[in-house]
């Protein structure tokens, strides 16, 4: 053999589709360090959440940390071609890329902890009652995660549905009608005095089971309280509102009826306070009322804790303390 066949580099055939690697030659592909990279990146995403700084901190939350676990599906995909073209699947490299990816898309796209706001230590300068006559349960309501599902978001870290019971039973018959419903076209009062700046109310209801995938909160008022504190209820039944945007309300006035609008399958009353009127990028206020009775015990000041499970009557029942004025019932 001659000097230059020597150094002649030897020729390799063109690779195909498939093609079948050495188990020996573990090359780290673009995909897996991708999925590191990506968990590294949530992983700080969560430290800088959980500093609570505000606008930052909110926005690497609520649109940082979901965005990265949208992008584990079509980064899992490119992987999963690679390992079948690739053989052998099971390599060391690629069962980081892809545990990695699975913790990166279950945090990312199951929300399963509370959300971190800095508005905490926040109160309110006037007092807030009850937004309905009668007895109501809480679905959703309290501090804590296990009893109100709402906690894992930002905007409604402290917010509530309600719904009121008849006979320990929020519906007659089987519920599957919406006028099964007590809560269905039973009035809704504001809790506190305000102005209202954003008002729907022509967003259809859907019947129970059924709801509306591209609008949460369906037909529903936005009350501007003060400065930095912005009331919001949903779900109300349509065409029932009775104020406009840029009126006056009054504590106790009737301004819309409870309905099955927007995101929700079973008719109930959703009420949370924000630090912005934005939705739902913003910061949830921690919303307590005054003079209430829960269970039957007289509350002055409380957050009515829900139940773990939102279709079961399992929450504290509660009703104000002191009825509405007469002066603010409407005829229904």
């Not at 909110?58 to 999963?80: C, N, Q």
């Not at 971190?116 to 679905?139: I, M, N, R």
Request: glycine residues 10%.
């Amino acid at each position: 053999m001659s000097e230059q066949e020597k150094v002649q580099p030897e020729e390799r055939a063109p690779r195909g589709l498939y093609e079948r690697l050495k188990s020996e030659d573990d090359r780290w592909e673009m995909w897996a360090k991708i999925g590191v990279a990506m968990l590294v990146l949530q992983t700080v995403a969560f430290a800088v959440a959980y500093m609570r700084l505000g606008n930052i901190s909110l926005y690497t939350h609520a649109v940082m940390i979901p965005m990265l676990g949208v992008l584990t599906l079509p980064i899992s995909f490119w992987g999963l071609l690679r390992a079948l073209f690739r053989p052998p699947i099971f390599r060391r490299s690629r069962t980081v890329g892809f545990v990695a990816l699975v913790i990166v898309g279950l945090v990312g796209n199951q929300p399963m902890v509370t959300a971190p706001v800095s508005t905490g230590d926040w109160t309110a300068d006037q007092e807030y009652k009850l937004p309905f006559d009668g007895e109501w349960v809480t679905l959703a309501g309290g501090d804590k995660r296990k009893t109100n599902y709402h906690a894992t978001t930002s905007a409604h870290r402290w917010g509530y549905d309600f719904a009121p019971v008849i006979d320990g039973s929020r519906y007659r018959s089987d519920g599957k009608a919406l006028e099964d419903h007590h809560c269905y076209g039973t009035p809704v009062r504001t809790p506190v005095g305000g102005t209202v700046i954003q008002a729907m109310g022509g967003e259809p209801d859907f019947q129970p089971g059924e709801f509306d995938p591209n609008n949460i909160l369906g037909n529903h008022l936005v009350i501007r309280v003060g400065e930095g504190e912005y009331l919001f209820m949903a779900h109300l039944k349509q065409r029932s509102l009775t104020v406009a945007s840029g009126d006056e309300v009054e504590a106790g006035q009737k301004v819309a009826e409870c309905g099955n609008s927007g995101r929700t399958t079973t008719p109930h009353l959703h009420i949370h306070l924000q630090n912005t009127r934005a939705f739902p990028i913003s910061e949830s206020l921690p919303l307590r009322f005054s003079d209430y009775l829960a269970d039957g015990e007289p509350v002055e000041l409380g957050m009515p804790v829900g139940s773990p499970d939102f279709e079961e009557v399992n929450g504290q029942i509660v009703e104000n303390q002191q009825p509405w004025p007469e002066l603010n019932v409407e005829d229904d």
